[in-house]
């Protein structure tokens, strides 16, 4: 579905986008309908639309007249789980309805202590031993028999020893069971921020949200600083190593900062100069496009790919452009990343 709707909106085939919208409408929730509904809504809002396809668009949704807002109201509904394809449609349509984002339910204390299981205990002891990188096996075999809060003790204890990729990934399991409700507590595990002194030192610098850089390191990495991609991409901000070799001889001419060693290499693993670079290179890239969707488009697939995509589309907005690119990794990966930095911003910065 997601595929078939770049198509469509690349075509500009807006009949058929609302009759699949009608098809899908009533079988299926969350992201498919959240991602045609609200973009209904936006071909709408930019006068896109025919009056037979206003006229096609309100019968979808059985009504006489065409109210835009209807569908605004299905992305934000249909969006409810907070799952990570809908965030960013929940943040836009939460926007546009001037309705909450995210319903944060708070983290209450049992009144006492549940007993410690000794299954539990037993995965406890890898991390108390220094052995936490040794564990995840064992948590996966036993998982189903752990509740939500002794599996939310685990990713915290996986927070401690900063292996941030894996509580993230207990997180995202537990919180899917239909018998848990996610919780404050559960989101910061789900969204923490290390390195939280060098991320709120580069945004303050270069004048862009810290909820923004710290959505494109968990994109990227999951703040794990040492990763290197299948193509070469290296550290917490995933940089490529010729992307670094320019963006630090820049700072270094500018006399910001000198990142290079003895042999003017640069060590892409080292946190301070990976958010420096990450940070740095995204905010040329919001200065040259001054806007969000753009940059990190061009972050992740490169300036000249949305170059052609804003040329073969320069009669729709951007957040269009952005949903027709047919790389479906970085027409993914806008979404995903903005997504993420509603979370932080709702959870940290609000």
Request: proline share 5%.
């Amino acid at each position: 579905m997601n595929r078939f709707l770049q198509r469509l909106v690349a075509e500009k085939d807006w009949d058929n986008l609302i009759r699949t919208f009608s098809m899908i409408k009533d079988i299926n929730t969350d992201y498919p309908t959240a991602a045609y509904a609200w973009i209904i809504y936006r071909t709408n809002e930019e006068g896109l639309l025919t009056e037979q396809q206003k006229r096609l668009a309100a019968a979808a949704v059985d009504a006489v007249t065409l109210n835009p807002l209807t569908f605004a109201q299905i992305a934000y509904d249909q969006s409810y789980r907070i799952s990570i394809p809908s965030l960013y449609y929940r943040s836009e349509s939460a926007a546009v309805l001037k309705l909450p984002f995210m319903e944060i339910h708070e983290y209450e204390n049992p009144e006492t202590e549940p007993e410690i299981s000794p299954a539990f205990e037993f995965l406890l002891g890898f991390f108390e031993n220094d052995a936490a990188h040794l564990v995840n096996p064992y948590i996966r075999a036993i998982e189903s028999d752990l509740s939500p809060d002794e599996l939310s003790k685990l990713a915290q204890a996986y927070i401690d020893a900063e292996i941030y990729n894996l509580a993230m990934s207990i997180v995202a399991r537990y919180s899917n069971r239909e018998s848990h409700t996610m919780n404050r507590r559960d989101l910061k595990l789900a969204y923490p921020r290390p390195f939280l002194e060098l991320i709120e030192k580069y945004a303050k610098e270069y004048n862009s949200p810290p909820s923004l850089m710290f959505a494109l390191v968990r994109a990227e990495s999951a703040f794990q600083s040492a990763v290197v991609s299948r193509a070469g991409a290296t550290g917490l901000a995933q940089l490529m190593p010729a992307t670094a070799l320019e963006m630090a001889t820049r700072l270094r001419r500018l006399g910001i900062a000198d990142y290079f060693g003895p042999d003017d290499t640069l060590d892409l693993t080292d946190p301070q100069m990976n958010i420096h670079i990450g940070s740095y290179y995204l905010n040329l890239r919001r200065n040259i496009y001054n806007n969000d969707i753009f940059a990190l488009m061009a972050y992740n697939g490169g300036m000249g790919r949305v170059n052609r995509w804003q040329q073969a589309n320069s009669d729709l907005p951007v957040d269009l452009v952005g949903e027709s690119a047919n790389v479906p990794e970085t027409r993914d990966y806008f979404k995903r990343v903005l997504g993420f930095a509603a979370v932080y911003e709702e959870l940290y910065y609000k």
